[in-house]
């Protein structure tokens, strides 16, 4: 996406009036904008579009928000995902953020926090683009930041958008500890509650991708963070 073009959101809400004025008032902003009132017509939508943002209500008819993620991630593992829900469970933001959200915002919000949210989401994403350094060597594997993938051998894992800032993060340190609040604003903007307990979902999916060597770890460090264990650090 060069500068003179709209950023394109996919929207997809099933409450009419509500979807209407977040279309009008992203549209307002600058942002070019498709309304979806289910989730079937949504998949429609992304696979017929080209989209930089997915914004999901979560409890949408024929294809809940969640089912809709992650059939977009069988398509696309890079497109920024923030879920709109009147959800609060933590079962829910887990499940959520375990499909590779970017984001997730609680109903009743003000639309300014929305496009805060997603201009937030945008700048990480943009920001993980424009890393300085392009590949990290991890033990056996070679980290690639600009296509997000895990390489070892010949075999290639691709990273969500998530995995990868939070392997980035991690590598940059270069074995010195990531705390765990400068993680949390810096790839989720908050560190609450919600957004602590989706990093340990991150974290548990980078140790099972790291798996096949035994010499790389992740290690809780208590009270202050993760740091990441390599060979290279010896």
């Not at 989401?121 to 690639?144: C, I, L, P, Q, S």
């Amino acid at each position: 996406m060069n500068q003179n073009e709209k950023m394109s959101i996919l929207l997809c809400e099933d409450d009419e009036n509500l979807g209407m004025l977040l279309r009008e008032y992203l549209q307002a902003k600058g942002y070019d904008t498709t309304l979806c009132p289910d989730g079937e017509a949504g998949y429609r939508a992304f696979t017929s579009t080209h989209f930089d943002m997915c914004v999901l209500d979560v409890m949408m008819p024929k294809k809940d928000g969640f089912t809709l993620a992650a059939d977009i991630r069988l398509q696309n593992s890079e497109v920024p995902i923030i879920f709109l829900t009147a959800k609060t469970l933590k079962q829910d933001v887990v499940e959520g953020f375990s499909l590779g959200a970017d984001d997730y915002i609680t109903k009743p919000f003000s639309m300014e926090e929305l496009t805060l949210r997603i201009d937030a989401v945008m700048r990480r994403v943009k920001g993980r683009r424009n890393e300085d350094k392009d590949t990290y060597e991890v033990g056996d594997f070679v980290f690639d930041t600009q296509k997000q993938l895990l390489i070892r051998g010949e075999e290639q894992t691709k990273l969500t958008t998530k995995e990868s800032e939070l392997l980035t993060l991690l590598c940059a340190k270069g074995g010195d500890v990531l705390p765990r609040d400068y993680a949390l604003k810096s790839i989720w903007i908050d560190d609450n509650y919600f957004n602590a307990r989706s990093m340990d979902v991150y974290i548990t999916k980078l140790r099972k991708h790291l798996k096949p060597d035994p010499r790389v770890e992740i290690i809780n460090i208590h009270g202050k963070g993760y740091k990441l264990i390599t060979p290279q650090q010896g």
